[in-house]
């Protein structure tokens, strides 16, 4: 199985670098912009399936790209910030500095006030690649998501702990690409970015 990974498009919480979480915001015109550009850059490469975040910006990122050709997944949302979700991190670390500095510590096992911990994201995210593998052998898949869980599944595919998936960054609109095989997966492209040319 190939998959190609996508986060979605810039959104106004993205540029204002608030947590955004499970609060469905729609792209903004950049982000428009950059899931053109995946559009274009996609245009040529054909996909057995198409997975998509049931959450606006990744829904509108899909349809940009394929029109209403994909199938939305619940388990394939960003990770609940709950409480934190709007803020930026300075705005946390003032209204919320236990709540956080107990997360810093533990961020697998301990969740934000009314959110999710990245345990709860990775067995979600488990269970989406689970499926995957199981239905899609031999098969190109795209999957657009967001940035958390897309750093989890492939932290899961390639056998990584997910508590260090921190250490894969993906921009908005970026393309990732794994190939699965018997023996085990292979990262074959990491944080693409090179379809937006000069754009944010």
Request: aromatic letters at 8%; hydrophobic letters at 40%; one cysteine or more.
């Amino acid at each position: 199985m190939k998959l190609y990974l996508i986060r979605h498009g810039q959104t106004a919480l993205n540029h204002a670098q608030r947590f955004q979480g499970h609060i469905d915001t729609p792209l903004n015109e950049v982000g428009r912009q950059q899931a053109k550009a995946l559009a274009r850059r996609l245009s040529n490469q054909s996909f057995d399936m198409i997975y998509s975040s049931d959450m606006l910006r990744a829904t509108e990122t899909a349809s940009m790209i394929c029109g209403l050709n994909f199938q939305s997944d619940v388990r394939l949302r960003e990770l609940k910030f709950g409480d934190w979700e709007g803020l930026t991190y300075s705005e946390i670390k003032e209204k919320y500095p236990d709540t956080l500095q107990a997360w810093k510590d533990n961020f697998y096992d301990n969740a934000p006030p009314n959110g999710e911990t990245l345990s709860d994201l990775a067995k979600r995210t488990r269970s989406f690649l689970d499926d995957l593998l199981k239905c899609h052998k031999d098969k190109t898949i795209m999957v657009v998501a967001h940035g958390g869980v897309l750093q989890a599944l492939i932290c899961l595919a390639l056998n990584i702990p997910p508590m260090m998936y921190w250490q894969f960054h993906l921009s908005p609109a970026s393309l990732s690409e794994t190939s699965f095989y018997p023996e085990g997966a292979i990262l074959n492209l990491l944080n693409d970015t090179s379809h937006l040319g000069d754009a944010p």
